[in-house]
């Protein structure tokens, strides 16, 4: 690796023209700061300074936003295209190797920082390491594909809960799915005037107590239906065909991966004060005890009771169309509205690299975040780019299949292989020791599994295009 330039004394300042750093990534580094180096930041950006340092259980918050949210309740959806063996061995290996890979770019990032270059964007990391300016709008196509993916989700997911409640309120209503989506996105936009990530730090605590709350609901829900009378009748088998069978193999793969998936760990790693690197081990570790109870939980229980019959979200499986619900309507209603809520927050989440984008460009640093002449641009622009993922939503309503391809296409290449190849590329470890070995053996067999999971995910999309039609009132499963 070429010798690092020499240390700026003060490279988390170098943000005069840089709006989106400022205003929404907001990085908290006064921790580690002289007072020569706290006064200079408290003249340049005396509205910032006096905001909270950013504290290691805040990153744990937004980790469980950002990988622990309501495409859990798609675990048994992808089961029913694993079985229980290779459904289980899945899930244990990608959580294994996604806590691993968010370690290793937790160690890259700090190391970069103590190099003088310290990044608060994977595009601008990635850039750096692998010294290519190609790969930096590569990581900016992956990441607009996940966040706009995600965002997009969200919201029919968001309007799915609203559409469930109605039709168990009013069961001859005549309010459609795509009326629920537009009610979801006018929330969102309101929502999405939040200026920072770190602002979103109390609304990510309690989106961990409502991802707890649901899921240990439905699991309750899914026992409840398993033993009653009305228990549905139980097939695990998977797919006759074997090419079928590999095929819905590699999608479940891709949803899980999408549920581990975080493209977004240098952004919330950019909110706590350095050295960062025992912060993030410590929020990874909150972040995956809750991935652990829910996880396991929400699969075992859910392919249980429906098996290969698993809706791509179990709360619909458990208020079937024909016949009564198998859970009692207090139970599914309050998990609906826990889920409902959790939406809104995973959605803000995975909003704020495509508004540190939009606000690069539009924003002006000099002036004040609440100015006139950035208030107006932010309102407009965010309010666009939600809008852009509502009408997405309304238009193809394929929950399952979605979350497949953005698993697929996004968080495989940016969670399960850039880190290992910039941790090589950082570190240079020996050719001789475990660990370059794992690395490379992680990437090797992802990347297999990243083409292979692609075309399976979009192959699904294009046969499923057969079940819809435009803003349909069915989410497509």
């Known amino acids: 690796m070429a010798e690092p330039p020499e240390r700026d004394p003060f490279p988390e300042f170098r943000l005069d023209f840089d709006a989106g750093a400022t205003f929404v990534l907001e990085s908290k580094g006064e921790e580690s700061e002289s007072e020569s180096e706290q006064n200079y930041k408290a003249m340049i950006y005396p509205n910032l300074f006096f905001f909270f340092i950013g504290k290691w259980w805040h990153a744990g918050f937004h980790l469980t936003t950002a990988i622990v949210g309501p495409t859990i309740l798609t675990l048994p959806y992808a089961f029913r295209g694993l079985g229980w063996g290779l459904g289980f061995l899945c899930l244990t290996v990608l959580g294994c190797v996604t806590f691993y890979s968010y370690y290793l770019m937790s160690k890259v990032l700090e190391h970069c920082e103590k190099a003088g270059r310290r990044h608060i964007r994977f595009r601008e990391l990635a850039a750096d390491v ?4 190609w790969m930096f709008y590569f990581v900016i196509f992956i990441q607009t594909a996940i966040n706009t993916g995600v965002g997009i989700g969200a919201i029919l997911l968001g309007g799915e809960c609203l559409k469930i409640m109605y039709e168990n309120l009013s069961p001859n209503g005549s309010l459609k799915l795509y009326e629920f989506i537009a009610m979801v996105t006018v929330v969102m936009i309101v929502l999405s005037q939040l200026p920072s990530f770190h602002s979103l730090r109390h609304i990510n605590f309690a989106s961990l107590l409502l991802c707890l709350g649901y899921t240990f609901l439905m699991v309750g829900a899914c026992i409840n239906a398993g033993l009653s009378k009305n228990a549905p009748p139980r097939d695990y088998s998977l797919e006759p065909s074997g090419s079928s069978r590999v095929f819905s193999a590699f999608t479940s793969i ?18 706590l004060a350095p050295p960062a690197t025992g912060k993030m081990v410590k929020g990874l570790l909150m972040c995956y005890t809750v991935a652990f109870l829910t996880f396991y939980s929400a699969a075992v229980s859910g392919y249980w009771v429906f098996g290969n019959k698993s809706n791509s979200n179990i709360l619909k499986s458990l208020m079937p169309d024909e016949g009564p619900s198998l859970a009692p309507t207090i139970v599914l209603g309050l ?9 809104l927050a995973i959605g803000l989440v995975y909003s704020q690299v495509a508004y540190e984008i939009m606000e690069k460009q539009s924003a002006d640093v000099k002036q004040g975040m609440f100015s006139k002449r950035n208030l107006i641009p932010r309102l407009i622009l965010r309010s666009l780019y939600v809008i852009f993922c509502g009408f997405m939503a309304a238009m193809l309503p394929f929950f399952g299949d979605i979350s497949g391809v953005v698993g697929a296409i996004g968080f495989i290449p940016l969670d399960f292989i850039l880190p290992m190849l910039l941790y090589n590329m950082t570190y240079k470890p020996s050719r001789s020791t475990l660990t370059y070995w794992i690395n490379l053996s992680i990437i090797i067999v992802f990347t297999g599994v990243g083409i292979m999971g692609s075309f399976s995910s979009i192959r699904k999309l294009v046969l499923d295009a057969n079940k819809f039609k435009l803003f349909s009132s069915d989410v497509v499963d």
Do not use: K, R
């Open 254 to 271: 891709s949803i899980i991966a999408a549920i581990f998936g975080n493209g977004i760990l240098p952004e919330i790693q950019a909110t």
């Open 130 to 133: 692998l010294g290519s300016g």
């Open 335 to 343: 998990a609906v509205v826990f889920v409902l809520l959790q939406l």
